[in-house]
């Protein structure tokens, strides 16, 4: 065999690698092999093309830029809260699609035209698309800027402006094969109106659609290391890019369907002006329900099954710890406590699934819509912690910005407990019925503190 | 290899994703995403051919910039889906 043959056999470990690590996440319990393997594939990839590449120049500098890059990263990996993990995947997305879109630009002139021209083009601009989209999204959840819609003037124009300039200056990239003085300016151009349609594009997606957002730049970058597999004949590359885009694309759909909504509508309702509007404001003098910690307490003791719907307040107020610890409490006492998850609870779909691991609640406990909705009729008391979309019956009815999200069915258990801030109403902006049934009661507070009293109660009972 | 091999390649491999990821458990979706984030880290070897062919400063720095990006994509990818999954216990 020559030694190109061992390269590509490498290559193609490298590619079954990536393919066994995203079948390992199919569960929780060989998740983490999976992944284990898959950094292994990367690091075969890395070694091959290292040693195995003829003529290859300038590897001392190539080695110290990924010393550089390994110790930028590994801190920001080890240290981030998970609450802050849908802004760094955002961050990692970002750089990945920057990376591939200096690929692409550097081999432009390389190419020789033709069909591995055109796939170069692509790479710049999806890859810049994708890096600046992402840059926008992690200020976005950082709250760096407004987590609200921004709708620019004239919106609608610049975005399609700098998105069809950009392909029209590939085009003119392209009819001069790539090649000749004055089309790295082109390309240069191509650039920069693809970082303005990236950011004009995730600006006016509002905080609680930016999930989606994260998922389809995913697929983005995934595309546009595709594409760059093309353009330098690289197999490894190709599959890697592909299986990305293939991922980000079905968990784009799947998380559009959670949200009951067209994925269009989730992209570019603002600037139509519509989805994000909101409907009728909350009708501050009806009466509701309120009770003290002690009172939750004691419906908890007397119950016999209890299901905690948990939402980003949770989160927020770093609450999932005395959570769980509230569970254990129950459960000793022969209280059965499961958590009913919807799938876009959090800031990333799967999100609260992270958060509840991360305070070592055991993940046979978390279960999802389909499977916790049945057992709602059954339950005595249900805990909605920091969540209100996902459980607001306006959903069922048409004509609200939420119709058609499948929501979490809490209105048919016995009781039902909100701990809540205030009365403000959820993201969406609009007024939940179910605040007003008689079979619900409200704790008002920080959603920490209040399940600290809730527990210290329970404990004194 | 070139053309239409690699577009045979290209299409396999969307079948492939497609069949592999609908089997991921919506529990799992978060680690999903930031696990096949870290692949397409992978773009580091195409950062690494482009930089080591390089044939003028520009050329050298725009390319160690890009094995710069890709290396924190790569890297961070994998560590922070390990701390993720890490995380992920039955019950004991």
């Known amino acids: ?461 | 290899m070139t053309g239409i091999g690699l577009l045979t390649v290209f299409v396999l491999a969307v079948f492939i994703g497609f069949e592999v990821v609908s089997k991921v458990s919506t529990t799992l979706h978060t680690p999903l995403m930031s696990g096949a984030n870290a692949i397409h880290g992978v773009i580091l070897v195409g950062a690494i051919l482009v930089t080591g062919f390089a044939t003028n400063g520009l050329e050298i720095a725009l390319g160690l910039a890009a094995v710069v990006l890709a290396t924190i994509n790569m890297v961070g990818g994998f560590v922070v889906t390990d701390r993720m999954l890490e995380m992920f216990k039955a019950r004991r």
């Open chain 1, 1 to 461: 065999m020559t030694k190109q043959n061992w390269v590509d056999l490498a290559y193609l470990l490298s590619a079954v690698c990536f393919i066994l690590a995203l079948k390992g996440l199919s569960s929780p319990k060989s998740a983490r092999r999976g992944n284990l393997i898959g950094a292994a594939g990367a690091a075969i990839a890395v070694v091959t093309v290292l040693v195995g590449t003829e003529g290859l120049a300038h590897i001392p500098l190539i080695l110290g830029a990924v010393v550089v890059g390994t110790v930028i990263a590994v801190p920001v990996a080890r240290q981030v809260p998970m609450t802050g993990m849908p802004q760094l995947v955002a961050l990692f997305n970002g750089v990945g699609g920057g990376a591939a879109a200096i690929v692409a630009l550097l081999e432009i002139p390389r190419t020789g035209g033709g069909f591995a021209l055109i796939a170069s083009l692509f790479t710049v601009v999806v890859g810049s698309v994708s890096f600046s989209g992402s840059v926008v999204t992690f200020l976005k959840l950082q709250e760096l800027i407004t987590t609200r819609p921004i709708v620019l003037p004239g919106h609608p124009i610049w975005f399609a402006g700098s998105l069809a300039g950009s392909v029209g200056f590939s085009i003119a990239v392209f009819a001069r094969g790539g090649v000749g003085a004055g089309t790295p300016l082109l390309a240069v151009v191509v650039v920069v109106l693809a970082l303005a349609a990236g950011v004009l594009f995730v600006l006016p997606v509002g905080g609680a659609d930016v999930p989606i957002v994260i998922s389809l730049l995913n697929a983005f970058t995934g595309l546009s290391v595709a594409a760059s597999g093309y353009v330098l004949g690289n197999v490894l590359l190709l599959v890697a890019g592909t299986l990305v885009g293939a991922s980000g694309t079905l968990l784009t759909r799947l998380m559009a369907q959670a949200m009951g909504r067209p994925l269009t509508s989730t992209l570019f309702g603002a600037l139509r002006g519509g989805s994000t509007a909101g409907g009728a404001g909350p009708s501050l003098d009806r009466p509701v329900r309120s009770a003290s910690p002690d009172d939750v307490a004691i419906l908890l003791n007397y119950a016999s099954k209890v299901i905690v719907v948990p939402g980003y307040g949770l989160a927020v107020a770093q609450a999932q710890h005395v959570v769980r610890e509230l569970a254990d409490v129950l459960a000793a006492r022969g209280v059965e406590v499961i958590y009913g998850i919807h799938p876009v609870a959090g800031r990333m779909p799967g999100h609260m699934n992270v958060l509840l691991a991360e305070a070592n609640v055991p993940y046979d406990q978390l279960k999802e819509m389909d499977e916790v909705n049945p057992q709602f009729a059954t339950t005595d008391v249900v805990l909605v912690i920091g969540a209100n979309d996902v459980v607001n019956p306006a959903a069922r009815q048409p004509g609200t910005p939420i119709s058609g999200m499948p929501i979490l069915d809490v209105d048919q258990a016995q009781n039902v407990v909100f701990l809540k801030r205030s009365m403000r109403p959820g993201f969406a902006g609009i007024d939940n019925e179910l605040l007003y049934q008689p079979n619900t009661t409200l704790l008002f507070g920080d959603a920490k503190e209040s399940v600290t009293k809730v527990v210290n109660a329970l404990k004194a009972l």
